[in-house]
């Protein structure tokens, strides 16, 4: 299977977006133990035989793409894990089937968000865990308004952090963020911003990427807002 850019393929993607994966699903895998779980978005599937190798009761990998979900069959074997082809925005399980449902790098990519946590809510059993995550707007499309298109081409819609709890809030409480290679708050002000691209553009030293891709590494965790910005968030949150 061939990276296109954005489904992570071993062996063949960049090693900084294969440890931000990485890390998120070992952060997942805390929460799956004896659990029914669903993955959606599974791509070629290493994140979610992870999960079934974390104790999880049973895991459903579910992607778009038949390339992604033919490749994961054939790479990973569990007897608590399975793959099938399926639609985010209308999944074909029925109401209140998973304990958690996983889904990372996703819904910035669905053309209708809404109906996509809709149907995350639907498929979770009462009390059900959700654990999402998406890049952060502020930092991977500075300037861009919420429904604006995002700089990324595959990315339908981008979040900040108000932004994605509103939209989570409705199915959701209890809802914590935690983040991913988080840059100083400073960084991310428009005047600092333009002469860091500046500079760069003069010297090439490569410290817009350490600053904005790279910052504090791929381990899932907190910070004070105050003082630090996430590339990625993640969220966790319990159904309504």
């Not at 925005?89 to 946590?117: A, G, M, R, W």
């Not at 963020?177 to 600092?192: D, E, L, N, S, Y």
């Not at 791929?218 to 105050?226: D, G, N, R």
Request: include cysteine.
């Amino acid at each position: 299977m061939k990276f296109t850019g954005e489904r992570v393929v071993p062996n063949k993607t960049p090693k900084r977006i294969v440890q931000d994966h990485i890390e998120r699903y070992a952060f997942a895998a805390q929460y799956v133990k004896k659990k029914n779980v669903l993955d959606i978005a599974c791509g070629a599937g290493y994140g979610t035989s992870m999960l079934a190798k974390s104790g999880a009761e049973y895991v459903t990998g579910v992607d778009n793409s038949i390339e992604a979900i033919e490749y994961a069959q054939r790479k990973y074997s569990h007897d608590a894990l399975t793959f099938i082809e399926d639609d985010a925005e209308k999944l074909s399980f029925p109401n209140n089937s998973f304990d958690v449902v996983v889904s990372f790098e996703t819904i910035e990519h669905v053309s209708q968000y809404k109906s996509f946590i809709s149907e995350v809510h639907r498929v979770l059993k009462k009390k059900g865990i959700l654990i999402l995550s998406s890049p952060n707007r502020t930092i991977t499309s500075p300037n861009i308004v919420l429904g604006g298109k995002p700089l990324n081409p595959f990315h339908f819609c981008e979040f900040t952090k108000e932004e994605l709890l509103s939209v989570l809030s409705g199915k959701f409480k209890g809802i914590v963020f935690f983040g991913q290679r988080f840059t100083p708050v400073f960084f991310t002000r428009r005047k600092v911003r333009k002469g860091i691209s500046g500079i760069e553009r003069i010297f090439s030293l490569g410290i817009k990427k350490k600053i904005f891709e790279e910052g504090t590494g791929p381990k899932v965790t907190k910070k004070s807002s105050t003082f630090w910005i996430p590339r990625y968030y993640v969220a966790l949150g319990q159904k309504r």
